[in-house]
């Protein structure tokens, strides 16, 4: 089993940077895949970005390409999501969420708000 620890959110002007910090503990060789999700207010929860653990591949949703950046992982045990130019449309709580090689994100943080004011 892996426990996700998350942390980095808060509360930012259009226009700024936060990074969002995902720690993992406890059978991290076997972590496949790390997803930041996110949901807004009266909407559904939607995917952001993922990475394959050792960070060989990486993917975005079209509203986060060109703005944020995915690092870490393998034996740091950490990831980070950077979110560069911030936009009020970002606000929500962020999720990070992992896949152990099943076919489903099997594992997930505590979740931490962002708020991006104009």
């Known amino acids: 089993q892996v426990q996700l620890v998350q942390s980095g959110g808060g509360l930012v002007q259009a226009g700024g940077s936060l990074r969002l910090s995902c720690a993992a503990f406890?059978?991290?060789?076997?972590?496949?895949?790390l997803g930041w999700f996110r949901q807004a207010p009266g909407k559904v929860q939607e995917f952001v970005a993922g990475?394959?653990?050792?960070?060989?591949?990486?993917s975005f949703a079209d509203s986060a390409r060109g703005r944020f950046t995915i690092s870490g992982g393998n034996a740091k045990e950490t990831v980070y999501l950077q979110m560069n130019g911030l936009r009020p449309e970002d606000t929500a709580v962020y999720y990070c969420?992992?896949?152990?090689?099943?076919?489903?994100?099997?594992?997930w943080g505590q979740g931490t708000q962002v708020t991006v004011s104009e």
């Open positions: 969420a992992v896949d152990m090689g099943h076919g489903e994100y099997e594992y």
């Open positions: 406890g059978g991290t060789s076997s972590i496949n895949t």
């Open positions: 990475t394959t653990w050792s960070g060989d591949k990486t």
